[in-house]
Nanobody
């Protein structure tokens, strides 16, 4: 399983950006998909998650600004980020969590840099 994140870049505060994460393999539709971020010197933190059934959840820090969605026909998960703030600057990672009867498998993509200028 490979996850390929893209869409990062430089954006001004208040702007918007959409990240994409394309998954190879056949686990996508069975997996919950998430986005995390890590700023320099900080721990990686959870940003958004969408279940295999489409239910989403967010921490308070991004709620009402970020929207996660998935397209099971394209094996892709998206993160729409609105009203970006300087503190949203980080490397963003996508992950897939597949739970089977025998195991909990977690897969990570490479990061994509998001830089918000103030």
């Amino acid at each position: 399983v490979q996850l390929q994140a893209s869409g990062g870049g430089l954006v001004q505060a208040g702007g918007s950006l959409t990240l994409s994460c394309a998954a190879s393999g056949d686990i996508f539709s069975q997996s919950s998909m998430g986005w995390y971020r890590q700023a320099p010197g900080q721990q990686r933190e959870w940003v958004a998650v969408v279940s295999s059934g489409g239910a989403s959840n967010y921490p308070d820090s991004v709620k009402d600004r970020f929207t996660i969605s998935r397209d099971n026909t394209k094996n892709t998960v998206y993160l729409l980020m609105d009203d970006l703030k300087f503190e949203d600057t980080a490397v963003y990672y996508c992950n897939a969590v597949q739970i089977t009867a025998r195991a909990r498998n977690v897969y990570w993509g490479q990061g994509t840099q998001v830089t918000v200028s103030s």
